[in-house]
């Protein structure tokens, strides 16, 4: 049988068996690597709280307060991006259209696919997930986990909505 932990819970946990989390609203799955990332953080900041967002494939937003992993969102955005071609430098005002209407992504996407331009395809994804995020980054302190082009994109559009983010 399966064990199977819900948010809020300790990142490590109690019980030193590693599983994924569970959540139900909004319904989502936090990996269990994805949940060692933010234990192994909390380590070396045990008194830090805040967002940390794991950037890769599928992107996790996780709260943290006092050690426990209070609630977290993901997103498909970086196998959409793979999927669509999306690539480079985030176009910004691809990013800041999708960011104040996201019911716009759609059109912005294929106006980036018309005009062969993955930066802005890349930068409408990005932005619409950030305003799907708002409340988890905008005021706070965020960290971001992750390398590569990908997560260079997301911290290039975070700073430009001046979010305090740290790389780590």
Known sequence: MAIIETVPARATPESGVWCDLHQERPRGLLPEAERR???AYLETATDWG?????VGDVSHWVQVSAGEIVSFQSFLTGRLAQALGAAGVPEGASAD????QPERLAGLLRSAEVSGE???ALGALIGAELAATRAFWLGADLRLMGAGALADAYEAVLRAQAAWVTRV
């Open 37 to 39: 990332r933010v234990a």
């Open 118 to 120: 993955s930066g802005a």
């Open 97 to 100: 259209a999708a960011m104040s």
């Open 50 to 54: 805040g967002v940390i967002l794991i």
